[in-house]
């Protein structure tokens, strides 16, 4: 398992210049979750849900943005560009049922936010995966 | 229908097409209705889709993310449009928020609600009741206002129609009926033609009633002069009828008078015509003297159906001389009024009594009115002829007045022919009514005895004529004569059944007594 996200890491590595547009979502090497589905992934970054899978809470983090791969993480995960995204948390700022996730603009914090907390869940492009963190899923 | 008022044409036709109008309005009424209201619906329907787009993106986020709050933002939204009577917001799990009367009945309608993420996912629904009411509504005024139309419509329409067909129709009729009404049948009024009407219906019904009562006048023209000749025949018939000398009546078959003329009524006068009182008159057959005879009659006529010809006698009033009636009896049957007796009836009582009197002058005696011989012999030989068949007895007297021709020589001739009256009139009185007297001849007379059955006991009847014609007889005041009689019998049938031998016989036992000293009877043996 572990030597497979190596391999992979190391295939990101090599192509991750040329293949930007990969996203990984990780959780904290600590968690329990070790798969999530790109479903899943949308309805806990959308704010349909506050918890993963087994029932422990999700805590998503976003990315600065402007940055790049948050773009290319929703228009992944569900194709909407960043505007249409701030737009959908515009309409449901003031219902209290659901926040937008909140932004960590600089990769390092995000980062250690990952590792220290085993709630948190993040999107990061192919050049910050460590071993501090375990790919739960991707999306490209 | 005589009773009611005549109902007017235009009236009619008004009053119909108003009510059959009526009958289209108010089934396109409730056509119009059901289709304005469908067409109300469709409307909502396309109304309601509009609205639901412009809320779709934000109630499928409601839905995805489960925001109770912007799923009412959502629906109150919506609910404050006034065709939308309800609305609600359900996910997959529950129901987000409603309001109003969402009920999920056959009007409501369903928006399904796709994720914003993921266009496979279904995350809720949307349920939107329309305003029924409202709906209703608009409907109803819809269809008023397409009935108001219509009626106006229609009442427009029938104003036309009726004064059209008023003016082009019943107004004609009207008067061509008000002119038919006072035409007069048989006369020669004749219809006028409207001049628009020349060469249309109305002209051609004018054509053919004209026509028609032209062919009534030349019909009833025709009758009355058929019926002035049939007055004119039926006159002189009652003039042949009435004038007749011969009295005419028909009888039916118990004898009563049903109808006669003058002269019938002449003829048997009032008791047998039964007129005046209500009285059945009484049967004709009681005018004649054989009642049984006229009876016989009509049953013959009624039975052979042959006409019966006889001369019959009519019971005279007292005083009166005898009446003989000819009567022609023939049956007349006539389906119209049944079976009858036609009775012709003439007088010929002068006719009649004149051929009585000369066959009683044939038959009689002028001087004494007894038979004589001739027709004495021929009754004798009848009565001899009945007692033969009844076989009773008869019995012959001859009988010869003794001392008579001195009467003669010493008082004349008219003394001696009083002498043969009285004994005449003296043997008529000696012997009953059906026993004949016969003047012989001369001073000789028979007396024929019958009976009925049984024996004859000839001798009290000869006792009896000796005694009575010996009493004397008066010739005048101071002339009276005395004579005797000689009286031979012969009796039927122990003498003889013959009539010759049995007036041999008494001429014979007469002669004997004459010999042997007059006055005496003796009876053959």
């Known amino acids: 398992m572990r030597i497979s996200h190596l391999l992979i890491g190391l295939l990101i590595l090599v192509m991750s210049s040329s293949v930007w547009s990969e996203v990984f979502i990780v959780v904290s090497k600590d968690s329990d979750i070790s798969n999530l589905s790109q479903k899943e992934v949308t309805d806990i970054y959308m704010g349909r849900t506050q918890s993963f899978p087994n029932g422990s809470l999700a805590f998503p983090l976003d990315q600065a943005a402007q940055s790049r791969v948050r773009e290319n993480f929703y228009k992944i995960l569900v194709n909407k560009t960043p505007a249409q995204i701030n737009a959908y948390w515009s309409r449901l700022l003031f219902t209290g049922r659901a926040s937008p996730p909140r932004v960590i603009s600089d990769p390092a914090l995000l980062l250690s936010a990952i590792e220290q907390n085993r709630s948190a869940i993040a999107y990061v492009d192919g050049s910050m995966l460590s071993n501090s963190v375990k790919v739960v899923a991707h999306v490209k | ?525």
């Open chain 2, 1 to 525: 229908m005589s009773s009611k008022q005549p109902e007017s044409l235009s009236s009619r036709l008004a009053f119909t097409i108003a009510a059959s109008s009526l009958l289209i309005i108010i089934a396109a009424s409730f056509v119009l209705y059901r289709i304005s209201f469908e067409e109300q619906v469709r409307q909502t329907e396309s109304t309601l889709d509009q609205l639901v787009n412009t809320v779709r993106t934000a109630s499928a986020i409601a839905a995805y993310v489960g925001d109770t709050e912007l799923a009412k933002e959502v629906v109150d939204g919506l609910t404050s449009n006034d065709i939308v009577d309800g609305a609600l917001l359900i996910t997959s799990q529950k129901v987000l928020y409603s309001a109003g009367d969402a009920a999920e009945g056959g009007f409501s309608r369903r928006f399904n609600l796709i994720s914003p993420f993921d266009e496979s996912e279904k995350v809720g629904e949307l349920v939107i009741s329309p305003n029924r009411e409202l709906i209703k509504q608009s409907a109803a005024a819809s269809a008023r206002r397409l009935v108001f139309t219509m009626i106006i419509y229609t009442l427009i329409i029938l104003g036309i129609l009726v004064s059209l067909v008023n003016w082009q129709f019943t107004r004609p009729i009207k008067k061509l009926a008000n002119q038919l009404h006072r035409v007069l049948p048989g006369s020669d009024d004749r219809l006028a033609c409207p001049d628009m009407h020349r060469d249309n219906e109305i002209g051609r019904l004018v054509t053919d009633t004209n026509q028609l009562l032209e062919s009534v006048q030349h019909t009833l023209a025709q009758e009355r002069n058929l019926r002035q000749v049939v007055d004119q025949l039926q006159k002189k018939f009652r003039l042949i009828f009435e004038s007749a000398s011969s009295g005419i009546a028909l009888i039916d078959y118990e004898g009563r008078v049903q109808v006669c003329n003058a002269s019938f009524a002449k003829l048997f006068g009032s008791r047998y015509l039964g007129n005046g009182d209500n009285t059945e008159p009484l049967s004709l057959a009681y005018s004649f003297r054989d009642v049984d005879h006229f009876h016989d009659i009509m049953m013959q006529v009624k039975a052979d159906s042959l006409p019966v010809e006889a001369d019959l006698e009519v019971n005279a009033e007292q005083g009166q001389a005898t009446k003989w009636f000819h009567c022609l009896i023939s049956k007349v049957a006539n389906e119209e009024i049944g079976s009858f007796l036609e009775l012709v009836v003439y007088d010929v009582s002068e006719r009649a009594n004149r051929e009585r009197q000369i066959q009683k002058a044939a038959e009689h005696d002028p001087l004494t009115q007894l038979y004589n011989r001739r027709a004495g012999e021929q009754f004798m030989q009848d009565a001899l002829d009945a007692a033969g068949q009844n076989r009773s007895q008869c019995a012959l007297m001859m009988i010869d007045l003794d001392r008579f021709k001195p009467i003669n020589d010493l008082h004349g001739h008219d003394a001696g022919d009083m002498v043969l009256i009285e004994v005449a009139q003296r043997l008529i009185n000696c012997v009953r009514g059906e026993d004949l007297v016969i003047r012989w001849g001369g001073d000789e007379f028979v007396v024929f005895l019958k009976s009925e059955k049984g024996v004859i006991n000839s001798v009290p009847v000869a006792e009896k004529i000796l005694r009575h014609i010996t009493q004397p007889i008066i010739i005048d005041d101071d002339t009276e004569v005395t004579i005797g009689a000689s009286i031979g019998i012969a009796l039927y049938p122990q003498h003889s059944d013959q009539l010759v031998y049995l007036i041999e016989l008494a001429d014979d036992n007469m002669y004997q007594i004459k010999k042997d000293g007059r006055n005496d009877f003796r009876i053959a043996s």
